[in-house]
């Protein structure tokens, strides 16, 4: 993993939640967040991906074991090529595709986040 993508990555995420809502913020905090270099390529639909979120959103009942534990993944390759290698660019994006993922794990679906401009 390339050390500088990851700390851009973790700060960014890092100042989206010092300014989220205090309630919103906890919620989010209960959320795994993974850095990873890229997608799965063999998978053709997650190639492309900047992020996915996984598990289980707060409105579903609780879950039945840790392989249902909700995380964010951020695909650092995939959000550093889509910003045509710009750290300004990558920043506002690392932060535009983690909120959407967490809206996901909020409860909030497609139409939500896209409403939110988070889309």
């Not at 993993?1 to 100042?15: D, F, G, Y």
């Not at 063999?42 to 190639?47: F, H, I, K, R, W």
């Amino acid at each position: 993993m390339h050390p500088k993508l990851l700390r851009l990555a973790q700060t960014e995420v890092e100042r989206v939640l010092a300014q989220l809502p205090e309630t919103v913020r906890d919620a989010a905090l209960e959320c795994f967040i993974s850095y990873e270099d890229a997608a799965d390529e063999s998978d053709e639909t997650l190639a492309d991906l900047l992020g996915l979120f996984e598990g289980f959103s707060r409105l579903d009942p609780e879950p039945a074991g840790p392989s249902e534990m909700p995380r964010v993944r951020l695909f650092l390759d995939n959000l550093w090529l889509y910003t045509e290698e710009d750290e300004r660019t990558y920043r506002d994006e690392v932060r535009i595709t983690y909120l959407h993922e967490l809206g996901h794990y909020l409860g909030w679906g497609e139409e939500e986040v896209e409403a939110l401009g988070l889309g």
